[in-house]
């Protein structure tokens, strides 16, 4: 394992006992094995340490919500099981390393003070991914969204979700979370999402009937003598 790699699993460990206020470089440097003169090599303060986290916590999000939505869409899922399962996977992932912290909230709470413009870069690539999804898997399973582009129907899933989300602290307990940001999803979909309506079957003009030749009056009769 890279040195860097140790480090930021030691300080996931020391954020999730300590919280971050609590916490300190050295506890970090002294969990991951190391001085804290090799430590500083790689991350100068404890807040340079925590917005490294943080990142690499969005990085395996996306990556978890990316793989999530192909696994699912592959499976034959509709769309509401592909956005659930990408958004599902992206939340694992960012509260599976905290969970059984007694300070999850301050963590969050810092997460937005310490790397609000990392919050803002990762939400742009949630909402890329989820516009992105709903895109491919209208075109291939041939569904229309009504009265809105795909940027906007996913902008509404987010919303649905933020919705959710204020209604659980720290997002926990995290499966009545999903559970409802689930109902919410399938809810915007059956309202906003229809199969393409099917294309006619062009008419084939009916066909003039050939009027047959009528025979000519002087013409003659067979048998007739010149």
Do not use: W
Not at 30 to 47: D, N
Request: glycine share 4%.
């Amino acid at each position: 394992m890279k040195p860097r790699d140790r480090i930021l699993d030691a300080a996931i460990l020391v954020f999730r006992r300590q919280g971050f206020r609590r916490s300190s470089i050295e506890q970090a440097a002294e969990t991951a094995g190391l001085t804290r003169q090799a430590l500083y090599h790689h991350f100068k303060s404890r807040e340079e340490l925590f917005r490294a986290v943080i990142e690499r916590l969005h990085e395996n999000a996306l990556a978890a919500e990316i793989a999530a939505g192909e696994a699912t869409e592959k499976a034959g899922g509709s769309l509401a099981d592909i956005l659930i399962a990408e958004i599902t996977a992206r939340i694992g992932q960012l509260i599976a390393p905290l969970e059984g912290s007694p300070h999850i909230e301050e963590l969050f709470s810092e997460h937005l003070l310490q790397a609000r413009d990392l919050y803002q870069k990762y939400a742009a690539s949630y909402a890329r991914q989820l516009t992105n999804t709903i895109e491919r898997v209208c075109r291939k399973q041939r569904l229309v969204i009504k009265d809105m582009t795909a940027p906007d129907f996913a902008r509404c899933v987010e919303m649905a979700f933020n919705g959710t989300k204020s209604a659980y602290p720290a997002m926990q307990p995290a499966d009545a979370l999903l559970r409802d940001f689930g109902i919410m999803v399938r809810t915007l979909v059956a309202g906003a999402v229809s199969p393409s309506p099917k294309p006619r079957p062009k008419k084939t003009p009916a066909r003039k009937p050939v009027a047959k030749p009528v025979a000519s009056k002087t013409a003659r009769k067979s048998g007739d003598r010149r």
